[in-house]
C-alpha cells in the first residue's frame, strides 16, 4: 500500500506536469487559431498553423526569432562550456595565491539573483554601442559564466590527482592534461555543461527583452517573439501559432539532448583505470 501511494502521487505530480504540455501540443494541432478552453481535445486537426508559423508577416517573424537564438545559444555554449571547465580545472587542480579567496566570492556572488545588476549591465552595454544586437547577448550570457563553476569542480575532484602526476612524469603540460586526459574522464558533466549553457540563452526571456528593446520584430529572439503573439492584441488570432512555435522551439534541446546522452552514459560506465 506504501509503495501504491508513492507511485499515485508520482502520477499526480506527472500529470499536473505534463497536461499543459500536452494541450499546448494539442492546440498546434487544432483548427481554431485563438485560445479554446472549453474542450482539452480539438475537433479536428490540420498542420496549417506550422505552415503559417513559417511564413513571415507583420505581426509573426519566426524564422528569423529562431535563427537569432539559435546563433546566441551556440555561440553562448561553445564559450560558456569553455569558460565553466577551465575555471573548473584551475581550482580543483591548481593550487595558487588567493585561490580560497576566489572560490569564496564566486560563492557570494551566486546568493543575490542575476536579476539586481540588469540595470548596471543595461547601461553598459548601451554606452558600448551593444543593445539590440546579438553580440551584446553572448557577452551578457557569457561573461558571467565561470562564476557556475562549483557543480563542474565538485566532479573533477572526484578525478584521481595520481593520473595528473602521470601525465607530467611523461613530460606532458598542463593544456594536454586537462584536454586530452582531465576531459576525456568527465564526460558526464561537459555534457551536463553543454546542454545547461545552450538552454539558459534558448529560453531567457528577462535579459533579452532589456537589451531588444528596439520592438523591430528582426532583432527579437524566440522568447520575445512568441510572447509577442500572445497579448492583448494578437492573442485571438495568433495563439495556437504560438503554441506551434512552443512545439517547435523544443525540437533542438530534444535533438541535443538526444545526442548528448550517449557520451553522458559513457562518461558514466567508462572507468579510468581497469582493475
Not at 33 to 60: K, M, Q, V, W
Not at 62 to 80: K, R, Y
Not at 184 to 209: E, G, N, Q
Request: glycine share 6%; proline share 4%; charged share 15%.
Amino acid at each position: 500500500m506504501r509503495t501504491f501511494l508513492r507511485h499515485a502521487l508520482l502520477a499526480l505530480l506527472a500529470s499536473v506536469w505534463l497536461l499543459p504540455i500536452l494541450w499546448l501540443v494539442l492546440t498546434s494541432f487544432g483548427v481554431d487559431e485563438g485560445p479554446n478552453i472549453t474542450r482539452f481535445f480539438p475537433e479536428e486537426y490540420t498542420l496549417s498553423h506550422y505552415a503559417e508559423l513559417l511564413r513571415p508577416d507583420s505581426i509573426s517573424s519566426f524564422p528569423t526569432w529562431f535563427v537569432n537564438t539559435l546563433i546566441v545559444a551556440v555561440f553562448t555554449c561553445v564559450i560558456s562550456t569553455a569558460f565553466v571547465l577551465m575555471t573548473a580545472y584551475a581550482m580543483s587542480f591548481l593550487r595558487f595565491r588567493f585561490r580560497r579567496g576566489l572560490m569564496n566570492m564566486a560563492v557570494i556572488l551566486n546568493l543575490f539573483p542575476g536579476f539586481l545588476g540588469m540595470i548596471a549591465v543595461y547601461f553598459i552595454l548601451r554606452e558600448a554601442g551593444l543593445t539590440n544586437s546579438l553580440t551584446g547577448l553572448i557577452i551578457v550570457y557569457s561573461a558571467g559564466a565561470s562564476v557556475d563553476y562549483l557543480i563542474a569542480k565538485g566532479f573533477f575532484d572526484t578525478v584521481s590527482p595520481s593520473l595528473r602526476e602521470a601525465a607530467w612524469v611523461e613530460g606532458a603540460n598542463e593544456w594536454v592534461v586537462f584536454t586530452r586526459i582531465i576531459l576525456p574522464l568527465s564526460k558526464p558533466i561537459v555534457v551536463y555543461t553543454v546542454i545547461s549553457s545552450f538552454l539558459y540563452p534558448w529560453m531567457d526571456f528577462v535579459y533579452a527583452s532589456l537589451i531588444m528593446s528596439s520592438g523591430v520584430a528582426s532583432d527579437k529572439t524566440v522568447a520575445l517573439g512568441l510572447f509577442s503573439l500572445v497579448d492583448k492584441v494578437n492573442r485571438n488570432r495568433y495563439f495556437a501559432r504560438f503554441c506551434a512555435g512552443g512545439v517547435v522551439v523544443s525540437v533542438p534541446i530534444s535533438v541535443l539532448f538526444i545526442i548528448m546522452q550517449r557520451f553522458y552514459v559513457e562518461g558514466i560506465t567508462t572507468g579510468a583505470v581497469k582493475g
